[in-house]
C-alpha cells in the first residue's frame, strides 16, 4: 500500500526529482510541425472548462489504482482514489492537498510543484515557465514533454494526445528511480455539467503539515 500511495503522489501530486542521467532536460529544436502540435495542444488543454472521468494509473513496479478526477478551469480539481487507495487529492487556492482518509491528516503542496498546476491555468501556454522537451508521434497518438523552467530536477512531465478527435488521453512522470507512473483517462466526459459541491471540502477535522 506504501508503494502504491507513493505512485499516486509521483503522478498527480508532484513531479519527483528526476534522475541523473535526465536532470535538466533540453528545450527541444521544434520544427515548425511540431510547433503546430504544440498551439493544437494549447488550443485542446485551454478547451477544456470542465472534466470528469474515470482513471486507470499504473506504475512499471506494478502498483495499481483508479478512481474518479475533476476538473473546472480554473483552479479546481478533485481526485477521488477507490478503494483500497485511502486517499484524496484536491486543489485550494495555491496548494493541491494529499488526504489520508484512513490517517485523518493532509498535506498541502505548493500547486507550482505539480503537473495540476499546468492542468487547470486559466490560461495555458506552452512557453514561459513550461519548457517543451520533445514531441514524439506514433501509433494515432502524440506525445508532448515538458518541464517548468528553473525546476527542471523536479522531473519531466509527459502528457499524450490522441490525433483523431485530437484529444488528451493520458499523462506520466518518471520518479527518481526511474519507475514510470501513468495516468489514463477512462471515457473522459469534457465541457459537461458538474455538480457544485463536488469540489467543497471541510479542512477543520484533519490534522495538516505544510510543504514549501
Same mark, same amino acid.
Given at each position: ?7 499516486? /503522489? ?41 472534466? !470528469?472521468?474515470?482513471? /486507470? ?68 501556454? /506552452? ?23 528553473? !525546476? ?32 489514463? /483517462? ?27
Amino acid at each position: 500500500m506504501r508503494n502504491l500511495i507513493l505512485a499516486a /503522489l509521483i503522478a498527480l501530486a508532484t513531479v519527483a526529482p528526476a534522475s541523473a542521467a535526465e536532470r535538466n532536460p533540453q528545450t527541444a529544436a521544434l520544427t515548425p510541425a511540431d510547433r503546430e502540435v504544440v498551439a493544437q495542444v494549447e488550443q485542446t488543454l485551454n478547451g477544456i472548462k470542465t472534466m !470528469k472521468s474515470h482513471f /486507470l494509473q499504473v506504475s512499471s513496479n506494478g502498483a495499481q489504482a483508479e478512481g474518479e478526477l475533476y476538473i473546472s478551469r480554473p483552479g479546481k480539481l478533485r481526485i477521488n482514489y477507490a478503494p483500497p487507495t485511502p486517499m484524496q487529492l484536491l486543489v485550494e487556492g495555491s496548494y493541491l492537498i494529499q488526504v489520508d482518509t484512513k490517517l485523518g491528516t493532509l498535506t498541502y503542496i505548493p500547486l507550482s510543484r505539480t503537473p495540476a498546476g499546468i492542468l487547470i491555468r486559466s490560461d495555458i501556454k /506552452l512557453d514561459g515557465d513550461i519548457t517543451v522537451t520533445g514531441i514524439r508521434r506514433g501509433q494515432g497518438v502524440v506525445r508532448v514533454g515538458m518541464v517548468q523552467r528553473g !525546476k527542471e530536477d523536479e522531473g519531466e512531465l509527459t502528457m499524450v494526445f490522441t490525433e483523431s478527435p485530437f484529444a488528451l488521453r493520458q499523462w506520466s512522470v518518471m520518479d527518481a528511480q526511474g519507475v514510470e507512473t501513468q495516468v489514463t /483517462l477512462m471515457n473522459p466526459e469534457v465541457n459537461v455539467a458538474l455538480d457544485p459541491h463536488v469540489f467543497d471540502f471541510d479542512a477543520r477535522k484533519y490534522d495538516s503539515n505544510r510543504m514549501e
